[in-house]
């Protein structure tokens, strides 16, 4: 009779542990499991064990010069990510965010849609001045880029930083302003790992002159290893339908880049000289280009003047009217799905040898790898951290004092010591809560070994 007591008391554990909600309790809606994080390694993208290809939107409203934020309007992105779903898109791109705001709601839509983030840190306020790179590269301006990435590392979502679009562009003058991105990008691999966060690739968006476009990408594969970006991006648009892969000289660029040894994707396509069909799409989701390209991002989701945009937002009621170019694209996504397999990627990634100094790639000062050290007030964020980021609305960096005053090290943008900020696990994220149900299960476990004990 014990021996039945016994087991009909296990019985009654197990089923109490299975037990779910009453007729009366109501159950919260579900949110989906957090997006696998993904990392770069050779020279692709990979969530988990799985080759990763960036078919995504540039999204912005306002244009992508527009000092506002959709991440932390929750109405205005939720609104917009039932149309992302639509397309059938897996990453956005944002162009300026507030680093004071709250950006859990939109980055769990967004995770919940399935759709990643490739962010820049910039805003009209805190950038790069390409026209006086010098002062703009100071310590305020790098506490607001570290505060930037303060609050969106924690999303498992968040891709992929940009330290800069289009500073160097086809004004030869601007070349200057090279080794101060550069420098960024240096400074912004070493905050995260000095912080202990996951590590988040950093790259440049590049403009795509034809002049410039290889010096540009080397120069930011080329140094010691603290140097190097994680990935090279670049927009372009020189895939005007009707085209192809040769026409376009699309062939020519993935010759050019074969062997380059990091992730390479397009920050924007989409040529509007003629009418858009998207088929670009037929060659970068395939083997043409899957062994070199990452994929890329369309330009861009609303309409900002330009006839870019694939939808008209009104101002007033905040209603979207979506344009015959939204039902091509999503038919193209549609049409041209991502490559399977590993696309032929390149497992290894080395440094390639920095762009030789002449009449068009001549950095003055630094010569062909000299860096600009990071600016004394800012070394301390790398230990404390960045603190309050200043948001959309703050004095501005340009002109803010506390500029680099020698040259860098190489070597010197590396990581000494992981900071053990509070809170924090090795991936800088806070510390997952205990799961009891481990324990719950152990303990049935051991009981019905019990039972078996005096069964025998």
């Known amino acids: 009779m014990m021996r039945s007591f016994v087991l009909a008391s296990a019985l009654a554990a197990s089923s109490m542990v299975h037990a779910g909600p009453t007729a009366t309790e109501k159950e919260l809606p579900r949110r989906a499991d957090a997006l696998p994080t993904v990392t770069a390694s050779g020279n692709a ?22 000092n506002s934020d959709p991440l932390s309007d929750t109405n205005t992105c939720k609104r917009d990510i039932q149309r992302f779903k639509q397309l059938g898109v897996n990453t956005v791109r944002v162009y300026s965010v507030d680093n004071s705001a709250d950006h859990t709601q939109c980055m769990q839509a967004l995770n919940d849609a399935g759709i990643y983030l490739v962010l820049d840190v910039n805003n009209p306020n805190y950038s790069i001045n390409r026209d006086e790179p010098k002062p703009s590269y100071n310590d305020v ?37 090279a080794p101060y991105v550069k420098a960024t990008t240096r400074d912004m691999r070493q905050y ?19 002049q410039n476009r290889m010096q540009t990408a080397n120069y930011f594969n080329c140094g010691t290893d603290d140097e190097r ?29 074969t062997g380059y040894g990091l992730p390479i994707f397009l920050s924007e396509w989409g040529c509007i000289a003629n009418s858009r069909d998207f088929s670009e799409l037929s060659a970068l989701m395939s083997d043409q280009m899957s062994s070199v390209y990452s994929g890329g991002l369309m330009y861009e989701y609303s309409r900002e003047g330009n006839n870019y945009g694939i939808v008209e937002v009104s101002g007033s009621s905040g209603s979207v009217n979506e344009e015959p170019d939204f039902v091509k694209f999503a038919s193209a996504l549609s049409k041209y799905p991502a490559p399977t397999g590993n696309g032929g990627f390149t497992s290894t990634t080395s440094a390639v040898a920095c762009p030789t100094v002449d009449d068009i790639w001549d950095l003055k000062e630094f010569g062909a790898s000299a860096l600009p050290a990071i600016p004394e007030g800012a070394v301390k964020y790398m230990t404390e951290g960045a603190g309050a980021g200043p948001g959309l609305k703050g004095d501005g960096s340009q002109n803010a004092g506390g500029t680099s005053t020698g040259t860098a090290t190489p070597g010197s943008g590396s990581v000494g ?22 324990f719950v299960l152990t303990g049935i476990v051991a009981l019905f070994t019990f039972v078996g004990t005096l069964l025998l």
């Not at 372009?236 to 993935?254: A, H, I, L, R, T």
Request: with cysteine.
């Open 229 to 257: 970006s994680d990935f090279f991006a670049f927009n372009d648009y020189s895939w005007c339908s009707p085209s192809s892969f040769e026409q376009s000289g699309w062939d020519q660029k993935v010759k050019n880049f």
């Open 417 to 438: 010591a992981t900071a053990s900020a509070s809170g924090h696990n090795g991936s800088g994220r806070p510390a997952p809560p205990m799961d009891m149900s481990v």
């Open 192 to 210: 995260i790992g000095s912080r202990g966060y996951r590590k988040v690739p950093v790259g440049y968006s590049a403009a795509d002159v034809s």
């Open 45 to 66: 993208f990979w969530a988990g064990d799985t080759r990763f290809y960036i078919r995504g939107i540039d999204y912005q409203p306002g244009g992508s010069s527009d």
């Open 141 to 177: 301006y790098l506490q607001s880029v570290f505060a930037t990435i303060d609050e969106f590392v924690k999303y498992d979502n968040t891709l992929a930083f940009f330290s800069g679009n289009e500073v160097i562009n086809d004004k030869p003058e601007t070349v200057k302003t």
